[in-house]
């Protein structure tokens, strides 16, 4: 794929930032794209976005690039370019074509340009009598003729018929091109009743020409249109934009507009907002409420900054009275203004918007929407008392009481009426469902979203969050919150340890069920990074984790594009987990959490952030145990979540990384300890649970060698490969080498050394298979060990250079020196006595 983009120098940052994105992704590397930019380099300084784009590129150092300058055509290329425009021997034209390289400098555009100029004032005609194109030098060198292409355009488009002048100075006013529909709706009025004959002038003159679907009329060249918007003189550019603005709300007043044609007004008229706000009300109405649609087409184009500068316009026009005059107005415009607030990250104008309406708004259901936006704002800064209390306060209004505690007796027999009542849901039974009316769907909303609060709050509520949303889908029918409660209790039926496998599996029927449904009946757009973020949950336990990774990445880029940046960030958090246990390349990663840091530190989401400096700290040990990777703590950093039930949630991700650390770096009773700790915690995740138990698995049998917890680590094993064995059942590729590779260590811990040879070898291909590079390295060090052990040095040293083959593609710099120093105790020595065996 080939990307062509002109004049780099006008974009904005964001745009850079794609662009980065597309050519080099941290987590996958180089893409296939070949990507070409032009810009003006008089335009560009070091500190340019442009300038640090390059420089971005060129520090990943898996993208080449290439910088081309383009200076002016030469001397000797123009002479001979003239000498073909002119018919004429180069000999002949040779004295004009250094004037004309003198004064254009030998730019393309410039000469072309300035040889028509020449011919329009007549200084380069055609003589009849001499049969050729003739001249005078002396009258050419003495014109004085500014450098600048600016220059010579518009001193031709003075000279045109008023008309074309005013079609160039309108067309110029709204950009490089402009919607066809916007000059046909100008045309309507006595005002600009002759553009369509001006812009046609336009057209045959060559400034102008049409393209594209929806038709536009767009400048041949930036600095045509940077010629036609100069004739406007500029202390009356603002008066001309306010002309036009007044003239396309007058005309299209009562038309349902298109987004572009919006903007399109409100951009013209907005010149004029000193003046607007001392207009009539109803003039300021009319104004605000174009704004307010001006900031929702920007919102669906994902362009939030733009869409906040617009609502802000919207609500200095509104009166001071606008909640008792303008009610619906005003409802809808901070309503929106809460939203792009929070899409931006700036906590605070969201929080107060939302306040506002609550103190302003005379029904529940206009503060509905408000209400939700908050509990979300609340629960990414950890407020989970104020998130829980707020979710309890509105479903008690709506007539719906929450209890306060589930007791595990309860909590067993909601779980069992679930599961009794999705027994024999189908697609078939659900379609017949009517569709629930608005208060239930309200309440539905309000449950999935308590039940959001409470995996990190009160746990013990999901069962009732659950059951109760699967109670109001049977009594009072289907909608989309409804279904995205299945796949609540699929993730509840799928990570609760002590359920039998036929629960497991009926938890995946109901939660594939649910979005089968969710794609076929519903519009869920505005779910979509939510669902992403929740079916995860469920599909980690089946789908390869180097795809839920996947997954997660796009649905943070979903969550940033339509503007929930709360599940966006929860999702970006998935990505990393996943990518750290899918074996990704270790210091792409190490980037790719380095931004998303950044990125959580603008938005204040502290949740997000908290998780994503554990999955760091993880990352930075496995690179080099944090000796040159760690992060630089700025201030207030590491302080503690607002609520302390959020760090006991916190706490198991928090005990499972220090496995994942301590067995990598070597510290066995560290990895024990922790191990332990997690496997007693009540509401560890089941996914979680299972890569622990692997480790621990492993570990045990070093601790064994040391004789160390010897009856415990006896039994670990038995636990950790029952556990894989009835994973792997569900997925062989998240898990099979990891049963392999625990029973090979079995079998060389019994002196099985066949079995052992012959598990070792399996758990190498089937890691490799399913691209775990880094558990495919342990396998080839492990099966080392074994070697070692067993005095075979040839095969132990070939085992020990493919596991640092592996550890330095997965970009572990602590495990090659590890491996690379047995290797050269083998050299050295000849052979080694290891007792214990390492990981």
Known sequence: VMIFLDDLQWCNSMTLEVIQHILYDNAAGASNCLFVGSYRSNEVTSNHAVSRLMRNLEASKACSVQKLMLGGVKCEDLIALVSDELCLFPRVTRGLSLIIHEKTEGNPFFFLEFLRSLVDRGLL????????????????????????????????????????????????????????????????????????????????????????????????????????????????????????????????????????????????????????????????????????????????????????????????????????????????????????????????????????????????????????????????????EEAHMTCQDVLAQLGEEVPEYVTPEESKKLIQETIMLISGLSEDKLLKLKEADEHSQTVMRFLVLMGTVSYFLKPELLPWTNHRNLQLTMAHGLCKNSLVGFIGISILLCNISTLPKECVQLGYKIGALGMSMLRSKFDYSDLKSRIDHSYSYVLQHSDPVQ???????????FGVASGDTVFAFLNAN???????????????????????????????????????????????????????????????????????????????????????????????????????????????????????????????????????FTKRCAQVYKIAHSALKEAEDLSRWNYRNKVYLLEAEKYSFQGYNKEARNSYGAAIMAARSAKFLHEQGLACELSAFHCQRNGDLEQARKFFNQARNCYSKWGSSVKIESVSNEIDQISSHGSVTVPNGSA
């Open 125 to 384: 005609h055609y003589s009849v009598s001499l049969e050729r194109w003739d001249w005078d030098e002396d009258l050419i060198r003495k014109e004085k003729i500014t450098n600048n292409v600016l220059f010579l355009l518009a001193n031709k488009m003075s000279r045109m018929r008023m008309e074309v002048q005013m079609a160039l100075k309108v067309l110029s006013s709204f950009g490089n091109e402009v919607d066809v529909r916007i000059i046909l709706y100008l045309s309507t009025t006595s005002q600009f009743a002759d553009i369509l004959s001006g812009v046609e002038e336009a057209i045959s003159d060559g400034f102008v020409s049409r393209v594209g679907d929806p038709l536009c009329y767009v400048f041949v060249h930036d600095k045509v249109k940077e010629a036609a918007y100069s004739i406007i003189p500029d202390d009356e550019k603002d008066e001309f934009h306010c002309i036009l603005g007044e003239a396309l709300r007058s005309i299209s007043k009562g038309d349902s507009l298109d987004d572009n044609t919006v903007l399109t007004v409100a951009d013209q008229i907005n010149y004029n907002l000193d003046s607007l706000k001392q207009s009539s009300s109803s003039m300021r109405l009319e104004v605000a409420s174009l704004n307010h649609a001006a900031g929702l087409a920007a919102m669906r184009r994902s362009d939030y900054e733009t869409s906040s500068t617009y609502l802000d316009i919207s609500s200095q026009l509104l009166p001071d009275d606008c909640w008792q005059s303008s009610y619906r107005l005003s409802l809808e415009v901070y309503i929106a203004t809460a939203k792009v607030a929070c899409s931006r990250g700036d906590v605070e104008k969201s929080e107060a918007a939302v306040k506002l309406i609550f103190e302003e708004a005379t029904s529940l259901e206009d503060k509905v929407e408000a209400y939700y936006l908050y509990v979300n704002l609340l629960h990414s800064q950890e407020r989970g």
């Open 547 to 557: 795809k839920c990774a996947e997954r997660a990445r796009k649905g943070y880029e």
């Open 574 to 708: 998935g990505e990393i987990r996943y990518s750290i246990l899918g074996g990704a390349n270790l210091p792409n990663l190490l980037r790719e959490t380095d931004k998303y840091l950044t990125l959580l530190g603008h938005h204040g989401n502290t949740l997000s952030r908290s998780y994503m400096l554990i999955y760091r700290e993880t990352i930075s040990a496995l690179i080099d145990n944090g000796e040159n990777t760690s992060r630089i703590i700025k201030k207030g950093e590491h302080a503690a979540a607002n609520e302390v039930t959020y760090l006991d949630r916190q706490s198991e991700t928090l005990s499972f990384h220090k496995v994942l650390q301590s067995f990598w770096l070597g510290y066995h009773d560290r990895c024990y300890h922790y191990a332990e700790k997690l496997l007693e915690t009540k509401d560890s995740g089941k996914h979680h649970r299972l890569v622990a138990l692997f480790y621990h698995g492993l570990n045990s049998f070093v601790l064994l060698r040391k004789g160390k």
